[in-house]
């Protein structure tokens, strides 16, 4: 019996793929327009964390849920509550410090980073731009509709499937669906980080709206889209399916944060012995 699937874990590494290019980015705008990092996080890390560092004053989290990274910079909340908290020194490199489409270009960050990696896998795979893009868009409308439905869809949608993936390369061709998928989920959720960083609400609303906003994902994730899988693939198949993917998410993962966290530590210890050796001098 199979225990492991190698196309499973290869989704996984592409999927954490655009996560740790998303961390990328934003530490990129925070370069380009000097904004300091609080919090940088690879991975969910509800009640705790695997690894934990400081570097720079930036606090580095490794979590243990394979999916998502996130970078928190200073002052993304513009309210009188957060600029209190805030070193008088630091409000110069704070978000709200900047012009306003900076705080755009980061809300939006993650829907643009899945437009981009879709179209440059199309383009860099043997998938027809217009007809394979039509077909991708409407197998990953067929699959969020066959989510929601009720198993007695399930065979013909099991059919359907088979002829869409004949001579297609698997792999990608899932990347895609779920690419199309997730940028879906984040359109809502870009949404609900406008109207957080709003000021304009109080902060019990704001607090509401961050629980509203999570609970229909934690739905979605840990529900539908399970139960979903599991009747498709049968209860053994589909942990390995979901082992694997995670799996794969979680080597690239862990990979990227601690080539991170190896940079930054290089140069950290080549400042601190520049340092030592002018203060010898």
């Keep these: 019996m199979e225990f492991f699937s190698i196309n499973a874990f290869y989704l996984g590494v592409f999927i954490s793929t655009i996560a740790s290019t998303t961390t990328l980015c934003y530490g990129l705008i925070c370069m380009i327009w000097k904004i300091k990092i609080i919090e940088v996080s690879q991975f969910g890390d509800a009640w705790f964390s695997i690894f934990k560092d400081k570097i720079f004053g ?11 990274s996130s970078v928190r910079p200073l002052g993304y909340l513009d309210d009188v509550e957060e600029r209190n908290k805030i070193n008088p020194s630091d409000i110069p490199n704070a978000v709200f410090s900047k012009p ?11 829907l643009l980073l899945y437009i981009v990696s879709f179209f440059v896998v ?22 969020t509709k066959e989510i929601f439905y009720s198993n007695s869809h399930r065979a013909e949608f099991v059919l359907y499937a088979k002829s869409v993936l004949l001579d297609r390369n698997h792999i990608l061709f899932s990347f895609l669906v779920a690419d199309i998928l997730f940028a879906a ?18 902060e019990k609303a ?19 889209i399970p139960k979903f899988i599991f009747s498709i693939f049968g209860f053994k198949k589909s942990l390995i399916y979901i082992f694997s993917c995670s799996l794969g998410a979680f080597a690239l993962g862990v990979v990227f944060f601690f080539m991170i966290i190896f940079v930054l530590k290089s140069i950290e210890r080549n400042l601190q012995y520049n340092t030592y050796k002018k203060d010898d001098k």
């Design 58 to 68: 930036i606090d580095f989290k490794l979590g243990w849920l394979p999916f998502g």
């Design 100 to 110: 306003k489409y900076v705080k755009q270009l980061i809300n939006f960050t993650p």
């Design 122 to 143: 199309i383009n860099l795979s043997k998938f027809d731009l217009l007809a394979d893009t039509s077909t991708i868009f409407n197998f990953a409308w067929k699959t």
């Design 185 to 202: 989920i984040s359109i809502p959720t870009v949404l609900m980080n406008l109207l957080y960083a709003s000021n304009k609400l109080s």
């Design 206 to 224: 704001k607090e509401r709206l961050q629980i509203l906003s999570f609970l229909p994902l934690i739905w979605l994730l840990f529900w539908e």
